[in-house]
């Protein structure tokens, strides 16, 4: 059987540093010019929080540069990853359909940050459970 190996490369590991730090700089520049300053998601601003995400996105770079663990996935985890995608992506779409739907019979007031990241939770959630069924019947 075939095998792939996935492993970090440096042109990934210099993607995920320039993410990390970029959003780090966005964060000091939103504080600077002191956009977004009410509360978001339990930090005191946007830019708090964008520094925090930043900071989080660096140490996950250092800790899977850290890692010596080579990854090989096989072609049918592959072939069931891209399957589980696309059902999810599906989902994802008729969802984002249902609630334009939803909305436009009644006003939804959920603040779009909410609803946002409730829609990414669930895109994994649904990512996850696609992953699995596929597995099973495939």
């Given at each position: 059987?075939?095998?792939?190996?996935?492993?970090?490369?440096?042109?990934?590991?210099?993607?995920?540093?320039?993410?990390?730090?970029?959003?780090?700089?966005?964060?000091?520049?939103?504080?600077?010019?002191?956009?977004?300053?009410?509360?978001?998601?339990?930090?005191?601003?946007?830019?708090?929080?964008?520094?925090?995400?930043?900071?989080?996105?660096?140490?996950?770079?250092?800790?899977?540069?850290?890692?010596?663990?080579?990854?090989?996935?096989?072609?049918?985890?592959?072939?069931?990853?891209?399957?589980?995608?696309?059902?999810?992506?599906?989902?994802?779409?008729?969802?984002?359909?249902?609630?334009?739907?939803?909305?436009?019979?009644?006003?939804?007031?959920?603040p779009?940050?909410?609803?946002?990241?409730?829609?990414?939770?669930?895109?994994?959630?649904?990512?996850?459970?696609?992953?699995?069924?596929i597995s099973?019947?495939?």
């Amino acid at each position: 059987m075939v095998v792939s190996k996935k492993i970090n490369t440096k042109q990934n590991i210099m993607i995920k540093s320039i993410w990390g730090i970029g959003l780090i700089i966005i964060g000091f520049i939103c504080i600077v010019l002191n956009i977004g300053t009410e509360d978001f998601l339990g930090f005191p601003s946007i830019g708090i929080f964008l520094i925090f995400i930043g900071i989080i996105g660096l140490f996950i770079t250092v800790f899977s540069l850290m890692s010596d663990k080579k990854k090989i996935i096989d072609e049918r985890a592959e072939h069931i990853g891209y399957k589980a995608s696309r059902v999810t992506t599906l989902v994802l779409i008729l969802t984002l359909f249902m609630t334009m739907v939803l909305d436009g019979i009644h006003t939804i007031t959920t603040p779009y940050y909410l609803y946002a990241s409730f829609l990414m939770c669930f895109y994994i959630l649904c990512y996850l459970i696609s992953y699995k069924l596929i597995s099973l019947y495939n």
